[in-house]
């Protein structure tokens, strides 16, 4: 005979999860304004520039920014490689260039 299925149980997880993926959201989305350096403009500034962005429907701009977005990833990921290497000191303009495949994984 088949165990039922405890389906509040299911429900309180996923709802959990839910909460968890939106926390991580959050947190990311005010770690890349702060990579970016948004964080030195007003709360104003920055929610209209974002207002703007949302409303443009051109489809030329849109993949423009999307290319500059993945060259600021790119870049971020090599220079953010030799983060765990911290303590060890050295330059970390070349130990990034010369590791990026390591330096892909934690860019996240």
Request: glycine share 12%.
């Amino acid at each position: 005979m088949r165990k039922p299925r405890d389906y509040d149980a299911e429900l309180k997880a996923l709802e959990d999860k839910a909460r968890e993926l939106k926390t991580r959201k959050v947190q990311q989305l005010g770690e890349l304004v702060i990579a970016t350096g948004a964080d030195a403009l007003t709360a104003d500034e920055l929610a209209g520039a974002l207002i703007v962005l949302a409303e443009t429907t051109e489809a030329g701009k849109r993949e423009a920014w999307a290319k500059r977005g993945a060259v600021f990833f790119q870049g971020r990921s090599r220079r953010s490689a030799p983060a765990p290497d911290r303590d060890n000191g050295g330059a970390p303009a070349q130990p990034g260039g010369a590791q990026p495949a390591s330096g892909s994984t934690g860019a996240a």
